[in-house]
């Protein structure tokens, strides 16, 4: 081992591998920042950009998951040496396979340079200062811990160390947790901020199956709990947020599942009750007819099930699709989507690729070449939607069905395109049912129509503008015929319906029912059940 002292009294370490030949634990957790001394191999890097560090899982292009690890890889580790003003202690393991593993990083600091101060006019680091901002190195203090090893006891007239993370594995050599612990030192690394020592943190866990794929993880994105002490054994949805996998048996995954924290929240869920809290969310992967991998995503409530649900593939519960479905819009960013209003499904539907979502009620979304939104709305066992609903801005059609899957009613609001449904009201006034020219679009645009067990259609309901100085309906009848009322002014028009003209809502011969639009909503939602359905698992009606 070789040391180059620079003019500013700074150490670079020049250093290949050092091995000590043991078997002694890598880290011990009765005393973690205590540097191990035998069975291990230390590799010095510059602590910035060659650092080592956990990188979290990835699923792969093939569908697989890549468990995580930590990168570089302890084949690839080059062997390095401290930057001025930073560095890293790489300890290597063996991996009982001939092999080595990453066990322990250590993170130190210049006792003369900081990291954290803005480079010197010469492009040297930063001169470490006191809290009052003078330019003042880190004293020498005994490092007991670091000194019972005869490598880092020459390094630590020079530097500090500031951090601990170490790792451990399973029998199978797969990572299990990882731990954080900072020493009292990191309040002068950190520039002397006000901030509390984290002894010991654990920021990292994994369960496995017997296969050694990863089943549950929990970090390293963030710790999985800032209370001391706390174990992987305690991980669970109500306690840290986790991920958990579930796989094909080829190996692919089929779904990944995110639950949050307890401090955190995927949803405004503040208004639910405790078992609707800590929502989480997940991907499933679905094989399509050529096993081909499509990807779904949803919202769930441990315990409870998925609520929300959403994916491109539209080849996705062909056994709910209905004859609409075939001018389902071709967009490439179509979507199918199912939400479960009522109660959610359980996660269980994921393990047969979601063929058991008939047994429960639900609601299947998709978009029409026409530009309106399809809702369907199936009770449970059943794959013949009990009502339909065609949306733009407003719910414009409702379309009601028997048990025996027969429409029986048809309520329309403003109008709607051609190729979606065409309305003949010419013919109900030319036959002498419709005696009033019926309001088509804007507010109060109801037409209700009714269908007996043979399909034959009878319009029962319309809606219709009210003159009330003339106790007289406002439109000309029949309204394609020439109209000799004088024309009003668009502003002079607005002006006198807003003083003169009511909203009125009857029988097609001209019986009033009901006026005014809140009354006329409310008896629609009440006498006709228009628009009364909850859409989501959320929605309060």
């Not at 593993?101 to 680091?125: F, H, N």
């Not at 998925?306 to 519960?317: E, K, L, W």
């Amino acid at each position: 081992m070789r040391f180059r002292r620079c003019v500013t009294g700074a150490v670079s370490i020049a250093l290949g591998a050092m091995a000590f030949q043991a078997t002694a634990a890598c880290t011990d957790r009765t005393d973690p920042l205590a540097s191990p001394v035998a069975g291990v191999t230390l590799v010095f890097n510059d602590g910035a950009a060659a650092r080592v560090a956990l990188q979290h899982g990835q699923i792969q292009e093939d569908g697989r998951l890549r468990q995580p690890a930590l990168v570089p890889s302890a084949a690839s580790l080059p062997a390095g040496r401290f930057g001025p003003a930073e560095g890293q202690v790489v300890y290597l393991e063996s991996d009982d396979k001939g092999g080595r593993r990453v066990c322990r990083l250590e993170q130190w600091e210049s006792r003369v340079y900081s990291p954290l101060e803005r480079a010197q006019s010469d492009g040297k680091p930063g001169l470490r200062r006191d809290p009052a901002g003078k330019v003042q190195a880190a004293s020498s203090r005994p490092m007991p811990g670091q000194q019972r090893n005869p490598i880092l006891a020459k390094l630590t007239p020079h530097y500090f160390m500031t951090r601990v993370d170490a790792f451990f594995y399973d029998a199978g050599g797969h990572l299990v947790e990882a731990r954080m612990h900072e020493t009292p030192e990191i309040t002068v690394a950190s520039n002397h901020a006000a901030r509390s020592v984290v002894a010991d943190r654990l920021t990292f866990c994994a369960r496995y199956d017997a296969q050694g794929r990863m089943t549950m993880a929990s970090g390293p994105s963030e710790a999985v709990s800032v209370q001391p002490g706390f174990q992987c054994s305690q991980v669970a949805p109500d306690t840290a947020a986790m991920t958990t996998y579930a796989y094909y048996p080829d190996g692919t995954l089929l779904s990944q599942l995110r639950t949050p924290g307890p401090g955190q929240a995927d949803d405004d869920t503040a208004s639910q009750p405790p078992s609707a809290r800590g929502r989480g969310q997940g991907n499933a992967w679905l094989k399509d007819k050529d096993a081909r991998r499509q990807e779904a995503l949803f919202n769930f409530i441990p315990k409870q099930g998925i609520y929300t649900f959403a994916t491109h593939d539209m080849g996705f519960a062909t056994f709910d699709a209905q004859p609409p479905y075939e001018q389902r819009s071709t967009d490439g960013s179509a979507k199918l989507a199912y939400d479960f209003p009522i109660q959610p499904v359980p996660l269980s539907v994921i393990d047969d690729q979601f063929a058991s979502l008939d047994r429960y009620p639900r609601i299947r979304t998709y978009p029409h070449r026409s530009g309106s939104t399809v809702m369907e709305f199936f009770d449970a066992n059943r794959r013949a939607p009990r009502q339909r609903q065609w949306r733009g801005a407003d719910l414009n059609r409702q379309e009601m069905y028997g048990a025996n899957g027969k429409l029986t009613r048809v309520i329309h609001y403003g109008g709607m395109p051609q190729e979606v449904a065409r309305e003949d009201l010419k013919r109900y006034a030319e036959s002498g049912v419709l005696k009033v020219t019926p309001t088509t679009s804007g507010y109060a645009s109801y037409r209700v129509y009714d269908y007996d067990a043979t399909g034959r259609e009878r319009l029962v309901f319309v809606c219709w503008q009210h003159d009330v100085p003339s106790n007289r309906p406002l439109r000309h009848f029949p309204w394609w015929t020439p109209d000799p009322t004088p024309k009003r002014s668009k502003e002079d028009a607005l002006i006198y319906g807003m003083k003169n003209v009511a909203n009125r809502c009857g029988t097609p011969d001209g019986k009033m029912l009901i006026q005014g639009l809140a009354q006329i909503n409310a008896y629609m939602a009440k006498q006709y059940g228009y628009d009364v359905e909850k859409l989501s698992y959320d929605e309060v009606r």
